[in-house]
DNA sequence: TAATAAATGTTATATTATAACATCACACAA
DNA sequence: TTGTGTGATGTTATAATATAACATTTATTA
């Protein structure tokens, strides 16, 4: 079995965003329809918004961005939508930056580890199945039950440390 | 070398909290005189408050109570003084729940592994060498440089599982 | 002691998020 | 087809978290 896996890498080099945002709304369609949950125009064009690009999204950056499309969109508007995919796993929220992320993997379970530069703010996401085991040893000293899990790891990335020399 | 670490435990069963606490300033008192960093009045009530208990405590939280010392202070004053203190390693932000608790090992060079309940709502601090050497090896494999770690596992403490029956 | 730097005070405001209630839209039962 | 119930969205207000900007005080040191 793969130990480590690469759910969504920095930067994506030169790739093809409108499929990459096609792939992810399909992914998020079938997802829903196997949880029998709605994906509703809102909720699908926020999930739009957050993927924009590879960076984490601000809340009210979507809502600026809802109101080009339909000027009366308040803030639980968004807040609602992103909960909704947040239960969905089709989006993560990044806790240190209040900004949230696409998944492009809700159906394979994993803990995510987000490795986040602090330069350019762009963020990969991984899943390292060693990494969850050890926190599940751990936790079990305690005989704590994880349901949640949030890693972020803060620092920077290639690009910029070569950029910065 | 001991590979996982107790930084601070759960619930710190029946402890003398008042020796706890004091052990905590003095910490800190030695390690701002060693850093050469003043540990001021304000910035040690501040850490007082922060250890008031073994729970993560809110910044308004802390406000108020220093506003019973003294009516007049403001939000600046308790986030300056948190901001002090982080920098120092003295506290640690818990970036999920947007609270503070104290570290009782500013020293100590550690990634730290918060145990978080959600039920009761207290926190235990790890510090596991393993899952920061992982941590390290997946970032080098993007030339990514570490600067800070996040990592908070939320779920249900033995205790308020045990309850639950 | 004057000059400087660091810390704190103070007022205002920015940012992030939720509560509460109204309305709408859709499934499906009568 | 029309009610009727549920889930989704709209709307207004406000709560919770955090920072900017500038004034004043306190400590350090030249």
Redesign the pocket.
Known sequence: MQKSKVLSPFKPARHKHQECLQSALKAAKQHCDNSG??L????KRVLELVWENHEPV???DILDKLKQD?S??????V???LD?LQEQGLVHKIESL?AYVGCGKPDEIHSSQFLICYKCGSVAELDNSEIRKLLQINADKFGFRIDEEMIEIKGHCQECLDEGK
Do not use: C, D
């Open positions: 949950q709605r509703t125009p809102l909720r601000k809340a009210y339909k009366s969109s308040a803030p639980p508007t807040y609602r939508a909704f209040n």
